[in-house]
């Protein structure tokens, strides 16, 4: 069975300065990977997603994360944090041959942004 | 375009009753997905739709159901309402089957209170 990891339940950095945001999966296949984005009050939104097209995927508002194999990661970063981004952030894992059985996610990592 | 949409926005029931959700996905969407996620966790998956036929469960009671209408939109349904139920219910949709990396695009949710 699939599983994700996200270390680090809140994460706390300044306004300009790197974000790394953690994820590990286990999966018996390489997995489909994903990060989601969630505002207070709103739905999930998709930052970004790797289908094995390349291990260093860009999404949406600067953020991109890199897939690797070897340490099962799949980590988000941004080099210049802002105001903006703070949220909870989810990773979720897609498993090859996993049918339809939906996304396993995460159980997410607060990004406080301090000024 | 319109994004997935749901409603309610948020309810409140009382233990045992009965309460119904619904979705209409984005336009063109055939496949709806449900999620629930309770206060400081990662969305669980509960049903996937396709073409108006269950097409993946994940580990929910019966007392949770689902249907799929002719336009695409969904009802999620929940009897005998516990305590534990008091979540957001996300609603997600995709263009096909969501299987093996499909990108699923989610609604803003319904909050559900049971008292």
């Known amino acids: 069975a699939q599983s994700v990891t996200q270390l680090g339940s809140h994460v706390s950095v300044s306004e300009g300065a790197l974000v790394l945001l953690r994820c590990n999966y286990s999966?018996?296949?390489?997995?489909?990977l994903f990060w989601y984005v969630q505002y207070p009050n709103q739905g999930l939104q998709l930052l970004l997603k790797y289908t094995s097209a390349a291990t260093l995927v860009k999404g949406i508002n600067g953020f991109e994360a890199e897939f690797k194999k070897s340490e099962t990661s799949f980590h988000l970063t941004k080099p210049s944090a802002h105001m903006s981004d703070a949220a909870e952030y989810f990773c979720a894992v897609s498993e090859l041959g996993g049918g339809a059985d939906g996304l396993t996610f995460g159980k997410g990592t607060h990004l406080i942004i301090q000024p | 375009d319109a994004g997935v949409t749901q409603s309610p926005t948020h309810l409140i029931k009382t233990r045992g009753q009965q309460v119904t959700l619904r979705c209409s996905p984005i336009?063109?969407?055939?496949?709806v997905s449900w999620y629930q996620q309770v206060l400081g966790q990662g969305p669980q998956f509960i049903f996937q739709?396709?073409?108006?036929?269950?097409?993946g469960r994940g580990n929910f009671p019966d007392r949770f159901s689902a249907r799929q209408f002719p336009n695409y939109s969904s009802e999620l349904n929940v009897n005998a309402l516990l305590l534990g139920d008091s979540a957001l219910y996300l609603c997600?949709?995709?263009?096909?089957?969501?299987?093996?990396?499909?990108?699923?695009?989610f609604g803003p949710g319904t909050r559900l209170l049971v008292l």
């Open positions: 997600a949709s995709s263009l096909t089957l969501a299987t093996e990396g499909e990108t699923q695009y």
């Open positions: 999966s018996s296949v390489p997995p489909y």
């Open positions: 739709y396709y073409e108006k036929e269950e097409r």
């Open positions: 336009s063109g969407h055939k496949s």
